[in-house]
């Protein structure tokens, strides 16, 4: 066979070779549309925390993977309820009840997004809500359980209190943008009352606030997140969820008991106002986990007893100028989730200064009392001053508990009080995780049969209701230590 009719037949079988194979590389996959045991699921169960009825939840998501060489398709994805229950999904950002002929490539994954938001359930107790979501294949139906705990609440929005009324603890009440007390009048506020503030929401009170709780029933202030950041980690434990509770200028004669008050910006803002009259008296409460402070008092006539005001970034307890006196109070900060700041946990002014001039412009007389307290954090020093020689300044500590290193200018106010490197309470986030905090005092607590007997008349029981007449002596703080304690 000639040469060039060798070579031409040649190419031709070349061609003919690359054509086919490129004809074979370019068919489709193959599908496969009964997966076995090639679908792997991340989860079996969604569950989601306690959402208020009406309002959207938080996104949760799963992921469906294909674990085989080929192509699988899931006839359809779909909610049982068919969207009845609340539930929805989303698909590739679509959200639908339910979605057809979807493919998943080999080694590929499937990624499902789900949102929950419940219609009313009409009771005054959380409902659990039930759903699934199905897979349908060629073969076994596969299903993913979804449930939530739907709770009915009270919603309020730029609520303004416009004449003396009263709210109860038969549902949560949520709070939008604000709730207002107004100008002579008062909000009395019932026991176990549960008040949900949401992003930014503030309540601000001009006329007069009755908020009385008991040991069983509490009253509770707080964030309205009742989902989780991380598995032991609730949004309930952040700071920073809402913003404060105000007492204003014009607000006089607040009682606060039994009062549970977290995750806020500020704990309690009192505004300077006539020292005639009383601000605020607050007993058996909690103030905790604030992104600035606890207490800011601003020229006001403000008592505590038998309060726990802990953790913040920054001071713990403000008090600038006016009438302070707090007894058996545990005022500590052991701040962890977010930074904690060079301010001590106790700071008193009694004037302000102008930066520029560096003189006195505005004074502030201050008379401050501590009793049987406990003043303490994880600073070398706990208590900070801002004081001008020239304003009244009356301070004095009767049997409180302080760190070592403490300033020696708290000594020439101090009477029978005791220095220690650790103060020794139960717990402070000693999992390192859960950020959970417990105030009450070990066994070998500094702070133990260290208080005066003086005040015994006022504060025989402690926070918790257990008796400060155990021993000889009552312990210092808002708790008494108690044997075997949990």
């Known amino acids: 066979m000639p040469i060039h ?5 040649t190419v031709s079988l070349a061609f003919l070779v690359v054509f086919l194979s490129t004809m074979v590389s370019c068919r489709p996959d193959e599908i496969i549309t009964n997966p076995g045991n090639d679908l792997k699921f991340s989860s079996d169960t969604l569950s989601f925390d306690t959402v208020f009825s009406t309002v959207g939840s938080t996104t949760a998501w799963m992921t469906v993977r294909n674990l ?23 698909l590739n950002g679509i959200t639908q009840t ?27 107790t959380p409902n659990k809500v039930q759903d699934a979501i199905l897979f349908d294949t060629d ?24 004449s003396d009324s009263t709210l109860t603890s038969t549902l949560p009440i949520v709070v939008y943008d604000s709730l207002v007390v107004a100008p002579n009048t008062t909000l009395t506020i019932e026991p176990g009352t549960q ?39 609730p949004y309930d434990r952040f700071p920073g969820q809402w913003y404060f509770l105000q007492f204003t200028s014009t607000s006089f004669n607040n009682r606060l008991e039994y009062l549970d008050i977290h995750g806020a910006y500020y704990g309690i803002v009192a505004d300077s106002s006539s020292l005639s009259q009383s601000k605020l008296k607050m007993f058996n409460s909690v103030i905790h986990n604030m992104v600035n402070s606890c207490l800011l008092s601003f020229v006001s006539n403000v008592e505590f007893g038998n309060c726990q005001l802990t953790n913040s970034g920054q001071y713990t307890v403000g008090v600038v100028g006016g009438n302070a006196l707090f007894t058996h109070c545990t005022i500590a900060n052991y701040m962890g989730l977010i930074n904690r700041g060079e301010d001590p946990a106790l700071i008193l002014v009694n004037y302000q200064i102008d930066a520029r001039f560096k003189s006195v412009i505005h004074s502030f007389p201050l008379t401050a009392t501590f009793n049987n307290c406990i003043i303490f954090g994880n600073h070398g020093n706990e208590v900070g001053y801002i004081k001008d020689e020239l304003t009244d300044w009356n301070l004095h500590y009767q049997n409180c508990l302080f760190p070592t290193s403490t300033k020696p200018t708290v000594l020439t106010n101090a009477s029978d009080c005791l220095y220690a490197a650790e103060a020794k309470f139960l717990n402070l986030n000693s999992d390192g995780e859960s950020y959970r905090y417990d105030f009450r005092l070990d066994s070998i607590s500094p702070a133990r049969r260290m208080g005066s007997t ?16 155990i021993e000889d002596k009552p312990d210092v703080g808002a708790y008494e230590w108690v044997q075997g304690q949990k």
């Open 5 to 9: 009719k060798l070579l031409t037949r």
């Open 68 to 90: 085989s060489d080929k192509t699988i398709r899931i006839a359809s994805i779909s909610l049982q309820s068919g969207g009845e229950s609340g539930f929805h999904i989303n």
């Open 98 to 124: 339910s979605f057809t002929n979807v493919e998943i490539p080999a080694h590929d994954s499937l990624f499902l997004f789900v949102e929950v938001k419940t219609n009313k359930q009409g009771t005054t």
């Open 139 to 162: 073969g076994p139906r596969k299903q993913i359980i979804l449930q939530a705990w739907s709770w009915d609440a009270v919603f309020f929005k730029g609520k303004v209190i416009r």
């Open 195 to 233: 008040l949900f503030f949401h992003d930014k929401a503030m309540m601000k009170v001009y006329g007069t606030l009755s908020a009385i709780g008991t040991k069983e029933a509490p009253i509770q202030m707080r964030g309205d997140r009742q989902d989780y950041v991380l598995k032991n980690l």
């Open 454 to 469: 003086a005040f015994l008349g006022s504060y025989s029981t402690d926070l918790n209701g257990v008796s400060r007449t």
